[in-house]
């Protein structure tokens, strides 16, 4: 022991002392009562053995090593002090309070080098016992509440939890006593559970968990309806739902105009609603927690009937022009207003017409005539609309009644007179000379004859006014020379065209045969007809027809007997056409052969040697 110090000595003197930094950790160095702290140097085990280890506790030795004399334990550490030699390291076993303290380690090394070490031990007492209270755990909004926190243990930490996250300081939040303790000024959003947290470095501890419950509201309340519509129609199904938040939740109850309902809760169902239930609903929430209420806006519900059954009615006064008149547009079901029409023009009020009783009535001061057309109206309300429809004839007139046609005309034609007047309605009246004669606007004449002329008059009455007008045409039926009646009836112009074709064949017959006999045998012959394909046909017209009649003649009975043939009848037939008139013929009797050409001696013609072969026929055609 004495041989220590002196080296000791020499070694300090020699190499002076060497602060070991790094030669322990930093402290402190944390245990709990007990429990076992191992004071671990940062040195390697050197090739040559350390020459001494001396540990201190504050100025106290509690442990010496040297080479040559081995180890010494101070004998309050004995079997609690375990000594590393490789490393000089140090392990305090079953520690106490009373072990905190300043740790030091010297070494002097085999090559005489002077390590020196430092560090610190805490010992702690573990956290155990942690408890947390409230001063009220049934709360409303803006309160506030006291949580406190209690804890065994030495150097104790305090940490406050609201669920998952830490309470700080703050506007609302105090932290007192190390924050053991800690008051809040609470909100809706503090409900939840709030925990205290106890530690020291050696240990740490939670509370049993505290439930606050905040109580807020009624608030926010609102009121909806489905469907939304501005207006339903009777029948429907409207739901109408309340919201508001409210802890706990609040009681709703419903009102219609200010009047509370039987119904309660959150929503209000109205089925197979009626008109009557129109009206503002608004829902009221109450909180008994907090004993506040809050009611919502109104909502206006307008349910109406659908419109059906509109017409139109009118007043006494007949739609002549000139009187006022009045058109009433009706209809079953809630109407709220009525738009007239006239011929798709909408109508609105002037000095002519005027909109009465909510445009139920549509009133025209004084009818005119461009009043007429198709009004139209109709009935509407939100939900629905119907039609209406009023033909309007206005009537006038009689006024400016015409006569057109023409004032002189010929006879034998077709007369045309048209009367025009302005009047709704006419009923037309044609006389000639004051005497009725037709009724209807135009009035026609076929083969107008002298007693047509006279003075036309086309008298117009309007049955509904009760007036009558009347216009006058002069017409004069000109009689032309043209037009004067023949004195030969038909027949007669009939047999003079036969008669003529007659002398004709006999002059030709007679030239003929004068040449070749040197008219020899004059004889007085009388012409013998005969009709080809119709032997015996009578010339005469016939009584009641107009028929048109050929003569074919083609052979002459001489007088001292014989016939005269006029030559071979052509592939083609020349014809004489003659009219025949309905009145019954005059007789006529053809002149004989030496007459006529005694009478056409001086104008027959000189026959040539290539005289052509004539005749005359006569067929019905």
Not at 171 to 200: K, P
Not at 218 to 243: A, N
Not at 297 to 311: D, F, H, N, T, Y
Request: charged letters at 15%.
């Amino acid at each position: 022991m004495d041989i220590f110090p002196l080296l000791f000595t020499v070694a300090v003197v020699f190499t002076g002392l060497t602060k070991g930094a790094g030669v322990l950790p930093d402290g402190p160095l944390n245990v709990a009562v007990g429990e076992t702290v191992m004071f671990n140097t940062t040195l390697t085990p050197p090739q040559t053995p350390f020459l001494s280890v001396r540990w201190k506790f504050g100025d106290k030795d509690i442990f010496n090593y040297h080479v040559n004399d081995g180890s010494i334990t101070d004998p309050e550490y004995e079997g609690r002090i375990t000594f590393f030699m490789s490393t000089g390291s140090l392990e305090l076993r079953n520690v106490t309070s009373k072990d905190s303290e300043q740790y030091r380690v010297i070494i002097v090394t085999g090559d005489g080098q002077l390590l020196d070490g430092v560090t610190k031990l805490d010992v702690l007492v573990p956290v155990s016992g942690v408890t947390a209270t409230a001063s009220s755990r049934d709360l409303v909004e803006d309160t506030s509440v006291l949580l406190s926190c209690s804890s065994s243990g030495s150097s104790l930490s305090f940490l406050w939890l609201n669920g998952s996250s830490e309470l700080t300081a703050g506007d609302r939040v105090q932290l007192t006593d190390g924050g053991a303790n800690v008051t809040i000024n609470v909100t809706r959003y503090d409900q939840g559970t709030f925990w205290c947290r106890v530690s020291n470095p050696v240990s740490e501890a939670m509370s049993v968990p505290i439930n606050l419950s905040i109580s807020f509201g009624p608030e926010k309340i609102s009121l909806t309806t489905s469907p939304s519509l501005d207006h339903y129609v009777e029948g429907s199904e409207i739901k109408l739902m309340c919201s508001v938040e409210s802890r706990p939740a609040a009681q709703l109850m419903w009102f219609l105009n200010g009047t509370m309902m039987s119904s309660t809760g959150q929503e209000l169902s109205l089925v197979n609603v009626k008109e009557s239930q129109s009206g503002n609903y608004h829902c009221e929430a109450f909180n008994m927690k907090t004993n506040t209420s809050i009611q919502s806006q109104p909502a206006a519900i307008s349910v109406l009937k659908r419109i059906s059954g509109a017409s139109i009615t009118w007043g006494t006064n007949l739609s002549i022009e000139g009187n006022s008149f009045n058109l009433s547009c009706d209809a079953a079901g809630s109407v709220v207003t009525r738009e007239w029409k006239k011929d798709g023009v909408k109508l609105t009020p002037d000095d002519h017409l005027s909109l009465q009783e909510n445009n139920r009535v549509l009133s025209i001061n004084s009818l005119s005539r461009k009043d007429t057309g198709v009004y139209l109206c109709n009935v509407i309300n939100p939900v629905s609309q119907e039609e209406a429809e009023y033909r309007m004839v206005v009537f006038y007139g009689p006024e400016n009644v015409q006569i057109q046609g023409p004032s002189d005309i010929s006879l034998k034609t077709t007369l045309t007179l048209t009367c025009s007047v302005e009047s709704v309605p006419a009923l037309y009246t044609w006389m000639l000379n004051s005497t009725k004669i037709y009724n209807s606007a135009v009035y026609t004449k076929v083969n107008t004859e002298p007693s047509d002329s006279g003075s036309y008059t086309c008298e117009v009455m309007n049955n509904v006014t009760g007036r009558t007008l009347s216009a006058v045409h002069g017409l004069s039926v000109t009689v032309n020379p043209t037009d004067t009646p023949s004195t030969c009836s038909a027949g007669c112009i009939a047999g003079i065209v036969i008669a003529v074709l007659v002398v004709l064949g006999a002059v030709c017959g007679g030239i003929f045969f004068y040449y070749k006999k040197k008219l020899a045998n004059k004889h007085s012959s009388r012409t013998q007809t005969t009709a080809t394909g119709a032997e015996g046909q009578d010339n005469k017209a016939r009584t009641g027809s107009q028929d048109l009649n050929y003569a074919d003649i083609n052979m002459f009975h001489k007088k001292e007997g014989g016939t005269v043939q006029l030559g071979v009848q052509p592939d083609s037939s020349e014809y004489a056409q003659f009219r025949a008139n309905n009145d019954p013929p005059a007789a006529s009797t053809p002149p004989t052969y030496d007459a006529h050409l005694q009478r056409m001696k001086n104008r027959a013609p000189q026959p040539t040697s290539n005289v052509s072969q004539v005749y005359a026929q006569i067929r019905k055609k």
